[in-house]
């Protein structure tokens, strides 16, 4: 699928698939930027992330799907949403056949996001308290 192994940026990732596939990452590069807007996009692993905070969310595409990668404390937390598709310790898979769950993705990357404020919170408290 994709010819270039080592893209910079997600823009270059995205360009290198099908433009069925493009349309899949698009429609969840969009959503992650609309629930975590101020989340840094890079690359990571060969695949688009997100952090705020630490590191938020990975996807990427696949033969056959797309992989989203939000951690196992968010699958966990989804599990119920997400038991329609194949899961493992810390992603989902996305069948290309058919359409992305946009609405519970946008709710798994709040999730995400709430959780990395609330665990940067908690680490800048045991800060100021060993000083």
Do not use: C, W
């Amino acid at each position: 699928m994709n010819t270039d192994n080592n893209p910079k940026t997600i823009d270059e990732y995205i360009a290198g698939f099908p433009a069925d596939v493009r349309k899949k990452l698009i429609d969840m590069r969009v959503t992650i930027k609309k629930a975590a807007p101020g989340a840094e996009e890079k690359i990571s692993y060969r695949m688009p992330a997100y952090s705020l905070k630490g590191m938020l969310v990975y996807f990427a595409a696949h033969t056959n799907h797309l992989g989203f990668y939000p951690f196992s404390s968010a699958l966990k937390e989804f599990r119920n949403e997400l038991s329609a598709f194949r899961t493992s310790k810390g992603g989902v898979q996305f069948p290309y056949k058919d359409p992305l769950p946009l609405n519970l993705i946008q709710k798994i990357i709040e999730f995400r996001v709430k959780e990395n404020l609330l665990k940067a919170e908690a680490k800048l408290v045991k800060k100021k308290k060993g000083k």
